[in-house]
Structure formats: C-alpha cells, structure tokens
C-alpha cells in the first residue's frame, strides 16, 4: 500500500501541503501547514486519538507510532516528513472491539511506549 510522488504537492492554498499516507492500511490524504507535527496531524486530522502526548519533551514515548516499521516519536517529525509513509498506530493493533490482542500488548511493550497504556481504562 505504498506509493510516493515528487515530495509535498502545493495545493490551493498558499503555505499549505497535501500530505498523502496509509494509516493502520487505510490511505489518507489531507492538507497540512508545513509546521504542524506528526502527532497532531495523527490525531486532529485523522482522529485516531491512540497517540497521545505526554511530556512535550518527547522522552516518555507516549507518541510513539510504526512508521515504515520503524519506532519513531510522532511528536519529533513534521507531517510532511511522513509524506508517502506507511505508519501504524496502537489503533492499528486492536481487535475488531478495540481491544490490543494478545500478541500486541506482548510486542507493544517492547516497540512502543503508549501500546500498554492508550485502552487502559
């Protein structure tokens, strides 16, 4: 489900980007300002609130997401840094009722910080 174009596409309006990924294997694309992080764009524009953000300092990981297969902390890239990138989300690893399976809360607590802790109730 990759794909990649020539860096970010102006659009209509002036500043802004469009900013094209594929999400927990769903493909988005929406417009962005240059400036905005990854972790905002995650959760303000795609609504997938499972990433949080916690220190603003980017050392308790509570942002972390897969992107490329890589952990990264969403709050240290720009959206348009992801452009073309498949990223994968602690929403990516729940079940058909949401909950995290099995296998993921074993995985997710090696590879993601927030993967024990966004369905906690």
């Given at each position: 489900?990759?794909y990649?174009?020539?860096?970010?596409v102006?659009?209509?309006?002036?500043?802004?980007?469009?900013?094209?990924?594929?999400?927990?294997?769903?493909?988005?694309?929406?417009?962005?300002?240059?400036?905005?992080?990854?972790?905002?764009?995650?959760?303000?524009?795609?609504?997938?609130?499972?990433?949080?953000?916690?220190?603003?300092?980017?050392?308790?990981?509570?942002?972390?997401?897969?992107?490329?297969?890589?952990?990264?902390?969403s709050?240290?890239?720009?959206?348009?840094?992801?452009?073309?990138?498949?990223?994968?989300?602690?929403?990516?690893?729940?079940?058909?009722?949401?909950?995290?399976?099995?296998?993921?809360?074993?995985?997710?607590?090696?590879?993601?910080?927030?993967?024990?802790?966004?369905?906690?109730?």
């Amino acid at each position: 489900m990759r794909y990649f174009h020539d860096g970010p596409v102006p659009t209509r309006e002036p500043g802004l980007r469009t900013v094209a990924v594929s999400v927990n294997e769903t493909l988005y694309a929406r417009e962005v300002e240059p400036r905005q992080l990854l972790v905002y764009f995650i959760r303000d524009q795609l609504g997938l609130t499972g990433t949080h953000v916690g220190c603003d300092t980017s050392q308790r990981g509570a942002c972390t997401i897969r992107l490329d297969g890589t952990a990264v902390k969403s709050c240290t890239f720009l959206a348009v840094q992801a452009d073309g990138a498949a990223i994968k989300t602690i929403e990516g690893y729940a079940d058909s009722t949401g909950m995290l399976t099995r296998s993921s809360r074993r995985s997710g607590r090696s590879t993601a910080s927030n993967a024990g802790s966004a369905h906690r109730a």
